[in-house]
């Protein structure tokens, strides 16, 4: 299997563009974490789905985030109008049957807004 | 709000060197996760311990949950500079809707 695969790898856009970033997750996952990490706060949990529907967007930091899984091999993470405090490095992850199974992160994404 | 809290927060040792970083909270863990970040890289998965006073070994490294499950600790027996990275303890809680908590991490450096 490849793994979780996310594009792009990296992004440099300026502040107000729209950004979108892709994930497939690993055949056979029923779960799909999105995460953002920096240096500040930590590897944070943005949202999470359980067979295509979203179960916990909690973690979503305001309306500008939005995410999709509009089938089960493909997810988005959205981000409209893009500000610089946006700049991290985005993780989508996925596992089988949840809580306790291993997640598989993919390798990031690296957002920089200007 | 910080969940998790991991000690220390930095840590840089000689190779050969033992060690140990701790992950704790204030709540009971439903189970709970330790991962490994590499620079540039996403977390990989190292064990999952889910009873209390449970202990796991994986080469060198041994971990432990609390008798409470409210903490943990990870310990390398002689550190070697493969072993650097970012280490991270992730949280489960059934109990309230399946969330996922990860610690605020232990940045290890292993100098040859």
């Known amino acids: 299997d490849a793994g979780v695969i996310q594009s792009p790898r990296h992004e440099v856009t300026e502040m107000g563009q729209e950004v979108t970033l892709r994930c497939k997750p690993i055949?056979?996952?029923?779960?799909l974490f999105w995460y953002r990490q920096t240096m500040m706060r930590g590897l944070e949990l943005l949202i999470y789905?359980?067979?295509?529907?979203?179960?916990?967007d909690s973690g979503m930091p305001e309306d500008r985030f939005s995410a999709k899984m509009p089938n089960a091999s493909f997810s988005t993470l959205k981000i409209q109008p893009s500000e610089p405090r946006d700049s991290a490095v985005y993780f989508c992850?996925?596992?089988?049957?949840?809580?306790?199974?291993?997640?598989?992160f993919g390798p990031g994404t690296r957002l920089l807004v200007l | 709000t910080q969940l998790l809290e991991q000690s220390p927060q930095f840590l840089s040792i000689q190779e050969g060197e033992n060690l140990t970083v701790y992950c704790n909270s204030s709540s009971v863990f439903s189970s709970l996760q330790w991962y490994r970040q590499e620079p540039g890289e996403g977390p990989v998965l190292l064990v999952t311990?889910?009873?209390?006073?449970e202990v796991k070994k994986l080469k060198r490294l041994t971990f432990q949950f609390g008798d409470a499950r409210k903490d943990s600790s990870l310990h390398i027996t002689a550190a070697q500079p493969g072993d650097t990275g970012l280490y991270l303890c992730?949280?489960?809680?059934?109990?309230?809707?399946?969330?996922?908590?990860f610690g605020t991490g232990t940045s290890l450096t292993v100098i040859p």
């Open positions: 992850a996925s596992s089988s049957l949840g809580l306790e199974e291993t997640q598989y």
């Open positions: 311990v889910v009873t209390g006073g």
């Open positions: 789905f359980n067979n295509n529907v979203p179960i916990d």
């Open positions: 992730l949280k489960g809680e059934r109990n309230t809707g399946n969330q996922f908590y």
């Open positions: 055949s056979g996952h029923d779960y």
